[in-house]
């Protein structure tokens, strides 16, 4: 069945940097659009950033543009979110989701706090 695994996640200082992985099985993960989404307590799930299937193209929310990038190994089945120069309002629950059905992975928590 369909596996999304996110790790990565944990307590940073401001300005600090994480880099999540979410490791993908039970699909071919090479023709599938991946995204990062996250959620902050009491607030919407949001999309963070996306990628295309070869990685032609990415797209990113306001408030990470030029601090966050996303990316794949088609190789290994797994997507990245190198998150730098954090703040704390980047704290939150970050989750990936593929194309394939839609489907979510458990989530890891980030916490950005001095």
């Known amino acids: 069945q369909v596996q999304l695994v996110e790790s990565g996640g944990g307590l940073v200082q401001p300005g600090g940097s994480l880099r999540l992985s979410c490791a993908a099985s039970?699909?071919?993960?090479?023709?599938?659009h991946m995204w990062w989404y996250r959620q902050a307590p009491g607030k919407e799930r949001e999309l963070v950033a996306a990628i295309s299937p070869a990685s032609g193209s990415t797209n990113y929310a306001d408030s990470v543009k030029g601090r966050f990038i996303i990316s794949r190994d088609n190789v290994k089945n797994t997507v990245y979110l190198q998150m730098n120069s954090l703040k704390p309002e980047d704290t939150a629950v970050y989750y990936c989701?593929?194309?394939?059905?839609?489907?979510w992975g458990q989530g890891t928590q980030v916490t950005v706090s001095s």
């Open positions: 989701k593929t194309g394939f059905g839609n489907k």
């Open positions: 039970g699909f071919t993960f090479s023709m599938y």
